[in-house]
Every structure is written in structure tokens, then in C-alpha cells.
């Protein structure tokens, strides 16, 4: 069973940048769509960004312009390149497969947009 690890966040300045990365255990190639989603405090989670197998990608309208998801499936990686942050932005990210799978939920990367 595939694991995703997600790894990046911190604590940001507004107009600031940050760099998510979510690592796999195993091969993402056969997942057609991996994407990032995060949970903003007394919130539902949401879908942000996602990119299919070939490299086509979706963004919420949220974020459209400020954010890139880029996925490596040599690698088995998936990155989220977060620019122009907002307090709004503020919530732990977590990638996953779309639709997203329970078995791989991981922890999560805090992301805090302050000043």
C-alpha cells in the first residue's frame, strides 16, 4: 500500500512563498489523478489542485494563478508551489489521489499565512 508524506509548510509573511512536496512509498503512476487538498480550522477540507497522470492540471478558483501543481511520476512525487499567500491560505495541506482515498490520508503540512 502506497504512503504519501507531505512535507514544506511553515510559517509565511502575506505576499510570501512556500513549497509543498508529498512523497510516495510506492509507484503513483497508476493513480490517473493526484491532487492537493487542506483543512483550514473549523473548516471542510477542499480540493486545491490536481494533475492528471499525463500532466493536465485544475485549480480551485482560489487559487488560480498563484498556485502550480507539478507531479513527477518517475519520482513519485507531487508538488505544490503556493505563491502570493494569503492569511487565507492558512491550513494544513495534505495530498492524495482524486478522488481521494482513505487509506492515503497522511498527516499533512502546516501552512500559516501571518504577519
Known amino acids: 500500500q502506497v504512503q504519501l508524506v507531505e512535507s514544506g509548510g511553515g510559517l509565511v509573511q502575506p505576499g510570501g512563498s512556500l513549497r509543498l512536496s508529498c512523497a510516495a512509498s510506492?509507484?503513483?503512476?497508476?493513480?490517473?489523478?493526484m491532487g492537493w487538498y487542506r483543512q483550514a480550522p473549523g473548516k471542510q477540507r477542499e480540493a486545491v489542485a490536481r494533475a492528471t497522470r499525463g500532466g493536465l492540471t485544475v485549480y480551485t478558483d482560489s487559487v488560480k494563478g498563484r498556485f502550480t501543481i507539478s507531479r513527477d511520476n518517475a519520482k513519485n512525487t507531487v508538488d505544490l508551489q503556493m505563491n502570493s499567500l494569503k492569511p487565507e491560505d492558512t491550513a494544513v495541506y495534505y495530498c492524495n489521489s482524486v478522488p481521494p482515498s482513505d487509506q492515503l490520508w497522511g498527516q499533512g503540512t502546516q501552512v500559516t499565512v501571518s504577519s
Open positions: 510506492g509507484s503513483i503512476f497508476n493513480i490517473y489523478v
